[in-house]
């Protein structure tokens, strides 16, 4: 049995999320069935770096699977992706250890968090943007704010009240916000993320954008470690799994 690692992107537009779930359409399965078909029926199922929600987009999603398959390293990227529907791709394939777990072995990860600031948004770009409409962020307010995520804390107010796992605790090593052409950009890359925690810091630089709030409410809401103090999630459209580091 060879190890596979797979760096994947695909457009969330229309999954039910990353994670399989009966009768919906997600990107594991869809994933798991192109391998399923490439090993002639033989289960074979995929373990990634971790899920994505429904609308949320990845360029840099990785996955393991163990395979008997006699095919050489070059072959299995045209291979998968002759099988995939066209909003997934393979866009790199290597051989691993067998010690090598995409979840378990990751380091840390990127995300991009996207706003348009067009007046009339593309109707082409609504998918992969959230529209500002008559908001115009202060940029500076934002980076301001980010400052206070910067670091390790515990991110119970800045999580979803579903997340599984007690220890909330999480080190974000770096957070930026640039203007790009007409998109307001928010790039995140730490240790890990919590469920939904990504969209809620968006959410919040947002609102401290706006006036809603003050950069240094974010020290309060994090030492609060109180979901009810943070405000909105953030749109799932505007998020993008850049990256996973190893």
């Known amino acids: 049995m060879k190890r ?11 999954f039910a999320g990353y994670q399989f779930q009966p009768n919906m359409r997600t990107v594991q399965s869809v994933i798991d069935k192109a391998l399923v078909k490439l090993h002639k029926d033989k289960s074979i ?15 840099g999603q990785v996955i393991h699977f163990d395979t008997p398959l006699e095919l050489p390293l070059d072959r299995w990227q045209m291979a998968m992706n002759v099988l995939l529907p066209k909003d997934v791709r393979v866009v790199k394939t290597e051989f691993v250890d067998n010690d090598f777990h995409a979840r378990y072995s990751a380091t840390g990860k990127t995300y991009m968090f996207k706003w348009s600031s067009t007046e009339v948004q593309s109707p082409f770009e609504r998918n992969y943007a959230v529209h500002l409409g008559k908001w115009q962020p202060d940029i500076e307010r934002m980076r301001e704010a980010a400052k206070y995520i910067i670091g390790t804390h515990d991110f119970t107010s800045f999580c979803s009240s579903k997340t599984a796992t007690s220890n909330k605790v999480r080190t974000v090593r770096e957070l930026t916000v640039e203007r790009q052409g007409d998109e307001l950009i928010m790039t995140i ?18 609102a401290v954008g706006i006036g809603w709030n003050e950069p240094h409410d974010l020290k309060e809401i994090l030492e609060a470690k109180d979901r009810k103090k943070a405000g909105k999630t953030a749109p799932a459209h505007g998020l993008y799994l850049m990256n996973v580091t190893y």
């Open 4 to 14: 596979v690692k797979a760096t994947v992107a695909y457009d969330g537009t229309d």
């Open 189 to 206: 890359e730490g240790d890990g993320f919590l469920y939904n925690m990504v969209r809620t810091i968006a959410g919040m630089l947002f």
């Open 45 to 59: 199922h995929s373990v990634a770096s971790g899920r994505t929600d429904a609308g949320v987009h990845a360029w």
